[in-house]
């Protein structure tokens, strides 16, 4: 098995949980990592111990410089981590070069992460109609200076600046090699390449190839692949295809945090897999409330936050709408017992039922940029004064 070293930390098992707003906050991340530490050949946990990391890393939701650096109370919950999280990842975005410095600045001062990874990769309107996420390597001395600014912001320090994005805003708007050369020369730790284009979103399959030329061109540092990775056999076969360092997992463990123990078996060279009935499910998804009334510490809101997980959960398994529609809308761990319950547990795993692509996909759209966006990669006063607005909202994709 391959080992991943990004800066100082060295991560056993090459994979890494992508940040996704409302899903990989403290609860579920925990889910992902005690998967995976459950999976952990003997001998190689023996060769790992001591190690904070040795089965992969597991990134928040993304937070913006803004926010952070004004200690919202939301910003203040997303960077939240648990005593037994190792390795503290924190994904940063942010439009301004000063401000990304800030935040970086007051993560590493106070200690309140050990891998600070910035987003490049966000789809959403909401994001890239102000210049943001997917579309703002398109202005490539803007990416260069956030990028400078975050790694120059932890000179002294143990924490690596890594950079997840897109190959660009379309197919005749492609940004990923030239930023990959960008971050590298800025002193990244690490490149991670979702394998779409802004006007992709989710939709489609990913270009693998474009992970591979990824590779060529950045040489000193890692290259990881993310995109269309639903199973343990599709990590090997990205990493195989491209020759990437690591893969990034997002949809895929999207209601399957035991999918991280599959990657686990497969990079270690075994065909050991996880194929849960619905009781063993149901068990999860009872652990999962658990874990969330203690992060927000308030029951109802625990539950509600809760509700989107169910039908990536139940996904292949025989339930039925009405049992379907009843779990996603539990308010209380009361409630869901008794719709838990009321399930027939004893089914097995259904198979291909419960596998492949997860989540909405979409279709693909025209990118929304600031007007004027695409007729220079340079960046004029009056564009400036509009990017500041692209970091008032805390949460991405």
Not at 256 to 269: E, I, K, N, T, Y
Not at 309 to 318: A, C, E, N, Q, R
Not at 333 to 343: M, S, T, V, Y
Request: glycine content about 12%; charged content about 25%.
């Amino acid at each position: 098995m391959t080992s991943l070293q990004i800066g100082p930390i060295e991560v056993g098992t090459p994979v890494i949980l992508a940040p996704m707003a409302g899903v990989t906050n403290a609860p579920f991340r925990t889910l992902c990592r005690d998967a995976a530490a459950g999976a952990l050949p003997s001998e190689r946990a023996a060769e790992l111990e001591g190690n904070p990391a040795p089965v992969g890393l597991y990134v928040a939701e993304m937070v913006t410089s803004r926010a952070l650096v004004e200690r919202t109370p939301e910003s203040m919950r997303i960077i939240s981590h648990d005593e037994g999280e190792g390795v503290r990842s924190v994904q940063l975005y942010g439009v301004d070069p000063a401000t990304v410095r800030a935040a970086t600045r007051m993560l590493v001062a106070e200690d309140r992460a050990d891998h600070i990874d910035l987003n490049f990769g966000c789809p959403v309107p909401k994001v890239t109609r102000k210049g943001g996420g997917a579309v703002l390597p398109w202005k490539s001395e803007l990416f260069t200076k956030i990028v400078g600014a975050a790694v120059e912001a932890t000179e002294g320090s143990d924490v690596p600046i890594t950079v997840k994005m897109r190959m660009g805003i379309d197919a005749d708007h492609l940004t990923y090699l030239d930023a990959g050369r960008r971050a590298q020369d800025a002193g990244v730790a690490a490149v991670a390449l979702h394998a779409r284009t802004a006007a992709d979103y989710y939709s489609g399959t990913a270009h693998w190839d474009a992970i591979a030329a990824l590779k060529e061109a950045v040489t000193d540092v890692p290259v990881l692949g993310n995109g269309d990775i639903w199973s343990a056999e599709d990590a090997l076969a990205m990493v195989a295809h491209t020759g990437c360092d690591g893969v990034v997992v997002g949809r895929g463990c999207q209601g399957r945090p035991w999918l991280f123990a599959d990657l686990v078996s497969a990079f270690a060279g075994s065909d050991a897999r996880i194929q849960p009935g619905l009781g063993e499910v149901a068990s999860v998804v009872r652990r999962h409330a658990e874990l969330m009334v203690a992060h927000f510490g308030e029951e109802l809101k625990a539950l509600r936050e809760l509700r989107k997980h169910m039908s990536w959960y139940l996904k292949g398994y025989v339930v039925g709408g009405e049992a379907r529609a009843a779990l996603g809308m539990v308010s209380s761990l009361d409630e869901l017992d008794e719709r838990l319950g009321a399930l027939e547990l004893a089914q097995p795993y259904p198979g291909e039922g419960a596998e492949g692509p997860r989540g909405r996909a979409g279709t693909p759209k025209v990118p929304h940029v600031p007007e004027g966006w695409l007729d220079s990669r340079a960046i004029d006063a009056g564009l400036r004064a509009m990017l500041a607005e692209a970091e008032l909202s805390v949460s991405g994709g």
